[in-house]
């Protein structure tokens, strides 16, 4: 049963490897601790009272209600799978509750210091520095995933249209506009890798590659975030994610509908975009503060 939906997942919804990893290893937790405290019960047929019993542990363990919430999706999906392709009747997780979780704000960087981050100092025009460069104002310009900014293919930058259209989370394509400077950039960028590497067309796949001309990989893009953020940042974390928080952050602080922010994030609901709501009301509560005769 669990093969047959990381099947599914794989093949049909296409989702990423992560993903597969983190559903497959929920599963086959939750089938060990069946196995262990009711070796009687098969998971296709477990109850709803299975699943609490299971929940206890992971509590009894110290795990996170994030983490464990996160676990309970994975059931979700799973046991509806089965009632979809008619293995079950009824789905037992739908007298399962999640639990109640404080999840944290979006951290970000201020306006003043994503200007001093991205302004010409510290940055020289050779083709290293203007990659790094170029992954800065990427992830601070579109708000694209790590993985998306990765996989960003050189085809799907459309400096004639201002645009470039990334693939996100299960495939799903989506256009994203960019500002006249990031153009300018992208274009001083390509002019610098087609010299850089001149005798090797192979590079032009990918917009980003190493000094090597290999696709990028997470960890020089987080090293990059982290060297730059050290030097002109005091963000509490310093990551690609905390670039794609500022961009969605300071949109909202500027009037930007909440919609089209969802849209330009690749949300697939509003409720994913709706926790930077919560940024932009610390910033009116501290403005009210100062200004109101009474507060």
């Given at each position: 049963?669990?093969?047959?939906?990381?099947?599914?997942?794989?093949?049909?919804?296409?989702?990423?490897?992560?993903?597969?990893?983190?559903?497959?290893?929920?599963?086959?937790?939750?089938?060990?601790?069946?196995?262990?405290?009711?070796?009687?019960?098969?998971?296709?047929y477990a109850t709803h009272l299975d699943i609490r019993a299971w929940i206890v542990d992971l509590s009894g363990k110290k795990n996170k209600a994030r983490s464990i919430n996160r676990k309970i999706s994975t059931l979700r999906s799973f046991y509806k799978f089965l009632q979809h392709r008619r293995h079950i009747k009824l789905n037992p997780?739908?007298?399962?509750?999640?639990?109640?979780?404080?999840y944290p704000l979006p951290h970000f960087v201020q306006v003043n210091e994503v200007f001093n981050l991205l302004d010409d100092h510290g940055f020289v025009y050779d083709f290293p520095s203007l990659r790094d460069r170029l992954m800065l104002e990427l992830l601070y310009g579109t708000g694209i995933r790590l993985s998306e900014m990765i996989n960003l293919q050189t085809a799907n930058v459309h400096l004639d249209r201002g645009t470039i259209k990334v693939e996100g989370k299960r495939q799903k394509e989506r256009v994203i506009p960019c500002h006249k400077s990031l153009m300018k950039l992208i274009s001083a960028y390509q002019n610098e890798k087609s010299i850089y590497f001149r005798d090797n067309d192979a590079v032009n796949h990918f917009l980003l590659v190493t000094n090597n001309g290999d696709a990028c990989y997470p960890m020089m893009v987080y090293r990059t975030v982290r060297k730059y953020l050290d030097q002109y940042a005091h963000a509490d974390k310093r990551s690609p994610h905390v670039m794609r928080h500022t961009f969605a952050t300071h949109l909202l602080d500027n009037g930007a509908d909440l919609n089209a922010i969802k849209d330009l994030l690749g949300h697939a609901s509003l409720a994913a975009t709706q926790v930077y709501t919560h940024?932009?009301?610390?910033?009116?509560?501290?403005?009210?503060?100062?200004?109101?005769?009474?507060?």
């Open positions: 049963m669990i093969d047959s939906f990381i099947k599914f997942l794989t093949y049909e919804k296409r989702v990423s490897a992560h993903t597969i990893n983190s559903y497959s290893n929920d599963l086959l937790q939750f089938n060990a601790f069946l196995k262990h405290h009711a070796p009687e019960v098969a998971i296709a997780t739908h007298k399962v509750k999640a639990l109640k979780a404080n940024n932009s009301m610390e910033k009116l509560k501290s403005v009210f503060d100062q200004a109101h005769p009474k507060a």
